[in-house]
């Protein structure tokens, strides 16, 4: 798996989490411990939705 943020592969990453878009449930968001820590934004590439 890889951040979608930064791209960083997070496999067995601690702190990093996995959860589906909050706005369209239809994309399953990966994002690693650091883009987390420093708030990097992400787009949902199914619907549009962008988070911190």
Known sequence: MKC?????EITNER??????CPNC???EIVRCSTCRRKGTPYK??????EGP
């Open 4 to 8: 979608v943020s930064c791209h960083k």
């Open 25 to 27: 449930g239809k994309y």
């Open 15 to 20: 702190g990093a989490v996995k959860f589906l």
């Open 44 to 49: 949902c590439p199914v619907c549009g939705f």
